[in-house]
């Protein structure tokens, strides 16, 4: 079945990078249709979308974040980065990826798995 | 950017009622070309990842109890929960993919009266 993983750091300071790994298994994001995501949900807040990559190497971002993300995919390794440069407090959150795929031949960009989230905080 | 709104931002409904959560996106999601709505329902319970629950605005998800159905079309949408039960205490979102961004709502909490 399909599983997924976020790991990172728990505390980052202000004006860092923050990296976060997605580690999956149940699939392959070499396999037509499957993309990954990632997700994030600031105390007491809703979710936000951040970015995405898909089997193809395509890849979204959030137009507000972008300039400031990067998402890229291990294949071999089962595992998709998120890194976000220039962190700042308002970017404490729990960060969750996860997996979505292509249903009956059209493309589903929701997430049907996820992984239970990493939290992050940012402060000096 | 689509924007998603949802209505109303909490609920209290007695077990065994019905509840009804809104969500109104600033643009049609309707794909004219496959006349599907991309429109996704998630539920999250407390300290949990969010849930997929309802894709393509009224397809159930595998396993998700048949009280909880999607209706709605365009830029309109709701969720109906048709006889609540205890473990359906949770904040519930709908989700946008047809264009990127692909925004989700603010979030209803749904509490028992």
């Known amino acids: 079945q399909i599983s997924l993983k976020e790991s990172g750091p728990t505390l980052v300071k202000p004006t860092q990078t923050l990296t976060l790994t997605c580690t999956f298994s149940g699939f392959s994001l070499s396999t037509s249709g499957v993309g990954v995501g990632w997700i994030r949900q600031p105390p007491g807040k809703a979710l936000e979308w951040l970015a995405l990559?898909?089997?193809?190497?395509?890849?979204r971002y959030s137009p507000s974040l972008k300039s400031r993300l990067t998402i890229t995919k291990d294949t071999s390794k089962n595992q998709v980065v998120l890194t976000m440069t220039n962190v700042d407090p308002v970017d404490t959150a729990t960060y969750y990826c996860?997996?979505?795929?292509?249903?009956?031949?059209?493309?589903?960009?929701?997430?049907?798995?996820w992984g239970q989230g990493t939290m992050v905080t940012v402060s000096s | 950017d689509i924007v998603m709104t949802q209505s109303p931002d909490s609920l209290a409904v007695s077990l065994g009622e019905r509840a009804t959560i809104n969500c109104k996106s600033s643009q049609s999601v309707l794909y004219s070309s496959n006349n599907k709505n991309y429109l996704a329902w998630y539920q999250q319970r407390p300290g949990q990842p969010p849930k997929l629950l309802i894709y393509?605005?009224?397809t159930r998800e595998s396993g998700v109890p048949d009280r909880f159905s999607g209706s709605g079309s365009g830029t309109d949408f709701t969720l109906t929960i048709s006889s609540l039960q205890a473990e359906d205490v949770a904040l519930y979102y709908c989700q946008q993919y047809y264009s990127s961004p692909f925004n989700f709502g603010q979030g209803t909490k749904l509490e028992i009266k």
């Open positions: 996860a997996h979505q795929q292509r249903r009956d031949g059209y493309n589903l960009d929701a997430y049907d798995m």
């Open positions: 393509w605005a009224s």
């Open positions: 990559i898909y089997w193809d190497d395509d890849k």
